[in-house]
């Protein structure tokens, strides 16, 4: 047996350490929820930790692994949320079985989110660095926008889609199924607990073994230095594009998934904010670190909560966390200061100091 | 007639846009950071405006001569106390502590003036111009907005070109090391572009929140991000750029809105400038990005 384990290599190895850690915490979850020990809030949040896992770590992908700046994340995953949650409406009485419809709403989802996702890739091909960030910008902006103003329902003759408000007329009997900015009312709660975990960890393997893998080393020298990566042979535009669909996938599954936990969906809810705070939790986990975005991701949607004993000041206190955070985190002064004073070397230094007294005696 | 009004009141936002982006555009082409908390610095000049005149009642004079001063001042802190200390972090860094900023002044803000929009007093107190026989009416915010913004556009133009100060931002931008090396005293220079940047934020503001005419905590963070936009538009960096690029960027959100859509405004603004960044990757007048080997 440990001659086994000691087979496997060391990726996998991190892998399964992972996956373990993610199943305990959700048995330590479910014996929690059937003792009855766990408060409705924290419930809430379970959901909440899941799909913001998923959201990081796909993000991590474009900002950690290809190392571009994207600002609209949350488009992709409105794509997934608003494409899933249409499939879902207009086939909850085609579709009785709640598996196979749910199944392939996230098909859906996460199918249309890859489109758009090798859409923006083909713009990441042209620009760069900074006016990247503005192009996804941008787009999470358009995809709020456009989702904002549109309308669609059915009646007895069929589809029907305006933009805009009080453009649509239906006959009688007909139903509005997206309302422009009162969004999807009525989506059916598909998603529970376990599906998210499953996903999650689906969404983590996928990932961390694409970095590890040919693909993800191309992807990573790109990142390092195009242009030599370029001359070794490696096709710049097949991995940025690869790299940006695989994340657009995760983030638009994500969607979905929030948007079969949520009762009325609407698009207001993905605007620029949400791309910045996925952000926020791939740059607090270490950029490039998958474990850790999934790490931040939930510290970050628990301190809030957390901090809700502050009333008006709660969110006062998160900005000065973050900005104390970055600046303890990155700022060169902090970082000398903090080698100096790790309890690592200070424990070092004892154990050299107690060794060194006893050879002496 | 009606285009040339509708003309008339995207060049009046555009202009609004063209002053905030270049505040955007100097501080991205000195210290080469995207400073989101920008948008909110015109937050606090509005509601400095509100307190000074509608609370305390003082004159408009004062009120505006208060916000510049006031805006000043927290540019130049924010520089000092959030973002000198990750000078040499990664720009990743810079984002995310300037997004910090940004969060932080809105939960200021509706802290202290609470969640209600407010209704906010113009600063002008101006007769409209009628042209045409009346059929085309100019109001007096877009008349000053619009001056205003060639003053500005003139005045910083020559700062910039003739002044020492303005020759140390230059030299800053084109090369950092190589301006420590001349004697130019970099820190200093970074901050007085903070400075200049707000100040000019709080210029903005009077002109934008005189013609909404409302104030609310987050009332500074779109017009933020359009000037962002607008400095990307003509290429950042360029101050001729973000003043073309906020006037077009002005002129198509409102004749989109009139002739197009209302709710699809925004949307055409941003489809246009992932169109022309596709063309042009670097913007209007950006710079040609030369790769080393």
């Not at chain 1, 009997?173 to 989506?187: K, N």
Request: glycine share 10%; net charge positive.
């Amino acid at each position: 047996m440990a001659d086994y384990i000691r087979k496997i290599s060391k990726n996998t190895r991190s892998n399964l350490i992972t996956v373990g850690t993610i199943i305990l915490i959700y048995l330590a979850c479910q014996v929690l929820i059937g003792a009855g020990m766990m408060s409705f809030l924290m419930k809430g949040l379970l959901m909440q930790f899941c799909y913001y896992g998923m959201l990081a770590i796909s993000l991590n992908l474009t900002v950690g692994i290809l190392g571009e700046l994207s600002l609209g994340h949350a488009g992709f995953m409105c794509i997934g949320a608003f494409t899933g949650a249409f499939f879902s409406k207009c086939m909850i009485n085609v579709i009785q079985n709640t598996f196979i419809r749910f199944s392939l709403a996230l098909l859906v989802g996460a199918l249309s989110a890859a489109v758009f996702g090798v859409i923006i890739g083909v713009v990441v091909l042209r620009v760069r660095g900074d006016y990247l960030a503005i192009v996804t910008l941008a787009f999470g902006e358009i995809v709020k926008n456009v989702l904002n103003a549109l309308h669609i329902g059915i009646d007895s003759d069929g589809f029907h889609a305006a933009m805009g408000a009080g453009k649509l007329e239906l006959k009688e009997g007909g139903t509005m199924i997206i309302d422009g900015a009162q969004g999807i009312i009525g989506i059916p709660r598909n998603s529970t607990f376990t599906i998210s975990v499953i996903f999650l960890i689906l969404t983590y393997i996928i990932i961390s073994n694409l970095v590890n893998s040919r693909s993800g080393r191309a992807i990573m020298a790109i990142r390092d230095n195009r242009i030599a990566a370029e001359s070794v042979g490696i096709d710049v535009t097949k991995f940025k594009i690869l790299a940006f669909t695989i994340s657009a996938t995760f983030a638009g599954l994500a969607g979905v998934i929030y948007a079969h936990n949520i009762n009325t969906l609407e698009s207001s809810k993905f605007g620029y904010n949400m791309s910045i705070m996925i952000l926020v939790f791939v740059v607090l986990g270490g950029i490039g670190n998958i474990r850790g975005s999934m790490i931040s991701a939930v510290i970050l949607t628990l301190l809030p909560e957390y901090l809700r004993f502050l009333k008006n000041y709660r969110m006062l206190i998160y900005a000065i966390v973050l900005i104390v955070m970055m600046i303890f985190n990155w700022s060169p002064a902090c970082i000398k200061w903090r080698k100096e004073h790790s309890i690592k070397d200070a424990a070092f230094r004892l154990a050299k100091k107690v060794f060194k007294a006893r050879k002496e005696a | 007639m009606r285009f040339l009004s509708y003309l008339i009141e995207g060049i009046r936002l555009g202009s609004v846009y063209s002053i905030i982006a270049l505040g955007y555009t100097m501080v991205y082409g000195i210290a080469k950071m995207l400073n989101f908390a920008h948008g909110d610095v015109i937050m606090v000049g509005g509601f400095v405006v509100f307190t000074v005149m509608s609370i305390w009642g003082q004159s408009p004079i004062l009120a505006v001569i208060a916000a510049v001063i006031v805006c000043t001042l927290l540019g130049v802190t924010i520089e000092r106390i959030a973002y000198r200390p990750l000078r040499k972090a990664t720009s990743l860094a810079v984002l995310i502590t300037a997004i910090g900023v940004s969060y932080l002044l809105q939960n200021l803000a509706l802290l202290i003036f609470g969640a209600n929009i407010k209704s906010f007093t113009s600063v002008f107190n101006l007769e409209p111009i009628r042209l045409a026989e009346g059929e085309i009416s100019i109001s007096g915010e877009t008349v000053v907005t619009i001056i205003a913004c060639i003053v500005i556009m003139i005045g910083l133009t020559t700062f910039i070109k003739r002044s020492k100060t303005g020759r140390a931002m230059i030299a800053v931008s084109e090369d950092k090391d190589a301006a420590v090396l001349m004697g130019v005293n970099v820190n200093k220079t970074i901050a007085t572009t903070f400075a200049i940047g707000s100040a000019l934020a709080a210029v903005a503001s009077v002109l934008q929140f005189s013609s909404i005419p409302s104030i609310s905590a987050t009332s500074g963070a779109m017009p933020g991000i359009k000037a962002f936009i607008a400095a990307v538009f003509g290429g950042i960096g360029s101050i001729p750029g973000a003043m073309i690029g906020g006037i077009l960027l002005g002129v198509i959100e409102i004749l989109g809105r009139r002739y197009i859509s209302m709710e699809l405004s925004d949307a055409i603004v941003f489809l246009i400038l992932i169109l022309v960044l596709l063309v042009k990757p670097t913007g209007i007048l950006g710079k040609k990005y030369h790769e080393k080997v």
